[in-house]
C-alpha cells in the first residue's frame, strides 16, 4: 500500500538537510515560480526539482496517484482558462498568430498555447517541490523548522500532526474499504466507475467517525501532558545547520536572484518570443 504523503525514511543527502533548509528552500522556489512566467527558468527550476526527487530516491509508486490527480485538475484548469480567457495570451504578448480560426473569439493560437504552456510548467515545476519536501522531511523535523522560522510551537507541532495523520486516515479508509468489500460491496475495478464512486462515498461516514475518535485520543493525551503550559519547548528531532544546508540556502538564493534578473531583461514577468 502506498504511503500517499507520508515521510518515507531514507539516508539521501535530500533526507539529512535540515527541516528549516527544505522548509525555506521550498518557500522560495515556489514564490518564485508563482511571480515568474519565463519559460526558461520555469524548465529550469522543473528539472532541478526532478533531480532533486531523484536524489531523494521518490519512486513513482509513492506519488503516483497524487500526481494523477494534480494531472488531471491542472488539465481541467487549462481548459477553463481557454473556456473563459482564449485570447488572454494574445492581449498579454502584444501579437496573433492563429493556427484554427474557430467561431468568435475561440481560435487557437500560438500566443495562448504558450500562455498556457507556462501555466502547466509551475505546476510541474512546484509540485516535485512539494514531493521532495513533504516525503523527505520528518514530521518532527518539520514543526521544529517552522518554530525555528518565528511561528509559534503550538501552531508548529498542530502541523507536524496532521502530516502525521495523513498516513493514519489512507490507512483507515483502506480498511474500512476492505470491510465494505468483505460485505459484498463491489468496489473494484471490475464494477462501473459510477457505482465505485458511489460506493467509496459510503465510506465518508465512518471514517469520520473514526477520525473524531482519533482526534479525541490525541487531544485527551497532549492535555494529560500539559501540553502548552509553556511558552517555549525542546523538540526531540531538531536538526542543526551544516555545510551542505548553506550551500543548498545559498544555491536557493541565486536561484531567486537570476529569476529577479530575468525581470529586468523581459523588462516584466513575462518572457515574450513573438516580438
Not at 498579454?92 to 502547466?120: A, D, P
Request: hydrophobic residues 45%; proline residues 3%.
Amino acid at each position: 500500500m502506498n504511503n500517499t504523503l507520508g515521510f518515507i525514511k531514507k539516508d539521501t543527502p535530500i533526507h539529512r538537510l535540515a527541516g528549516t533548509t527544505k522548509l525555506l528552500a521550498f518557500i522560495l522556489l515556489s514564490i518564485i515560480v508563482m511571480i515568474s512566467y519565463d519559460t526558461r527558468f520555469l524548465i529550469l527550476v522543473m528539472i532541478l526539482s526532478l533531480v532533486a526527487m531523484k536524489v531523494s530516491q521518490i519512486q513513482w509508486k509513492d506519488v503516483s496517484f497524487l500526481v494523477k490527480i494534480v494531472a488531471i485538475f491542472s488539465i481541467l484548469n487549462l481548459l477553463a482558462i481557454y473556456l473563459f480567457e482564449p485570447e488572454y495570451g494574445v492581449g498579454l504578448y502584444g501579437s496573433k498568430t492563429v493556427i484554427w480560426q474557430g467561431k468568435g473569439r475561440y481560435s487557437l493560437t500560438y500566443e495562448q498555447i504558450f500562455y498556457e504552456f507556462n501555466v502547466g510548467l509551475k505546476y510541474f515545476s512546484t509540485i516535485p517541490l512539494a514531493l521532495c519536501f513533504i516525503l523527505a522531511t520528518d514530521p518532527s523535523e518539520f514543526s521544529s523548522s517552522l518554530n525555528r522560522i518565528g511561528l509559534s510551537y503550538k501552531i508548529s507541532y498542530s502541523v507536524a500532526l496532521a502530516l502525521r495523520y495523513i498516513p493514519d486516515i489512507q490507512n483507515s479508509y483502506f480498511e474500512i474499504r476492505q470491510a465494505s468489500q468483505a460485505r459484498g460491496i463491489e468496489m473494484s475495478k471490475k464494477t462501473s466507475f459510477i457505482k465505485r464512486v458511489k460506493s467509496s462515498a459510503g465510506i465518508v461516514i465512518p471514517l469520520i467517525f473514526d477520525s473524531l475518535d482519533r482526534i479525541e485520543t490525541i487531544s485527551q493525551a497532549m492535555e494529560l501532558r500539559r501540553f502548552g503550559k509553556n511558552k517555549s519547548r525542546t523538540w526531540y528531532r531538531y536538526r542543526p545547520f551544516e555545510k551542505n544546508d548553506f550551500i543548498i540556502i545559498g544555491l536557493v538564493l541565486l536561484l531567486c536572484a537570476f529569476g529577479i534578473f530575468l525581470f529586468k531583461i523581459n523588462s516584466g514577468r513575462f518572457y515574450n518570443p513573438f516580438i
